[in-house]
């Protein structure tokens, strides 16, 4: 529900963890989760050539100047 309206993350169903396969040449970031009796594993995957460098730049440029937060960005 919290990212639901967040263009740019992927939150994956309950038991999948995430990997670069989920994110691979996007912007996206992949939160995945896993239960193991009483310890969860969370897991969050970015491909650094996107969401790592130029994409987070070109991201915070379009918010920073009113424009649409996904323009010019893979999703």
Do not use: W
């Not at 310890?39 to 050539?49: K, Q």
């Amino acid at each position: 529900k919290s990212y639901s309206n967040e263009p740019f993350i992927q939150v994956l169903p309950a038991g999948k963890l995430s990997t670069l396969a989920h994110v691979n040449h996007t912007n996206r970031c992949s939160i995945g989760f896993q239960l193991f009796g009483d310890t969860v594993i969370i897991t969050s995957a970015i491909d650094n050539l996107q969401k790592g460098a130029a994409g987070q730049a070109v991201q915070n440029m379009n918010v920073m100047y009113g424009f649409l937060e996904t323009a010019g960005l893979r999703q």
